[in-house]
């Protein structure tokens, strides 16, 4: 088991904790993490583009000119879709995007993405993120003394209103909690800021 410091909001160490090999200590599956993310993804898309066919379009009616005797092609619409302002040959109609990856394969995605943050050295455990006050400033400066990168994902144990009004107003800084953490976030930011109880919690509940 790989063990890990833990941290107070002051960067002192004030323990270490043991991490769970099955879930923090797997070698990365990158093809999962993949799969999943793109799933992510598709089901965020809202699928609502919509292109008129020359039905729907308004105007036409009447053909644009006789049939016979023009030397021209015959038309029967201007709303046809090789005149300007007619409608358009299989445009895109509304649709979902979603569609379901495997419960092995999200558990198997996340605990590589976790197992990744712990081999990158980008995974901070923290004592706790009890707040007196509602204040940004102070979120602010324990990420900075816990040596936190350019962007965190807090993941709590539990919901905790001071720390999550504090914390987001800061740039690239985003809280959340053990039953809410997903691939995509865990890669997305630089730095998994987790509280003792949450690893505890993750530990429990994905293993």
């Excluded at 923290?126 to 936190?148: F, P, R, S």
């Amino acid at each position: 088991m790989a063990k890990i410091d833990v941290k107070d909001l002051t960067g002192a160490v004030k323990g270490s904790i043991e991490l769970s090999d099955e879930i923090f200590g797997i070698e990365p599956n990158e093809v999962a993490m993949s799969t999943v993310v793109r799933n992510q993804l598709a089901n965020k898309r809202q699928g609502t583009q919509k292109t008129k066919t020359r039905s729907e379009v308004s105007g036409g009616g009447k053909r644009p000119y006789r049939q016979k005797g023009t030397g021209r092609a015959r038309h029967g619409s201007t709303r046809s879709a090789q005149y300007v302002g007619g409608g358009i040959i299989f445009g895109p109609n509304p649709r979902s995007y979603s569609y379901t990856v495997p419960k092995k394969v999200k558990r198997l995605a996340l605990k590589s993405a976790l197992s990744s943050k712990v081999a990158d050295q980008k995974m901070i455990v923290i004592e706790d993120m009890n707040l007196d006050e509602v204040k940004t400033a102070t979120v602010a400066k324990a990420l900075k003394a816990i040596g936190a990168g350019e962007s965190s994902l807090i993941v709590l144990e539990g919901v905790n209103r001071n720390a999550e009004l504090s914390a987001r107003n800061i740039k690239d800084v985003k809280t959340a909690l053990v039953n809410t953490i997903n691939v995509m976030d865990i890669l997305k930011y630089d730095s998994f800021v987790a509280t003792k109880a949450a690893v505890e919690k993750i530990e429990e509940v994905y293993k």
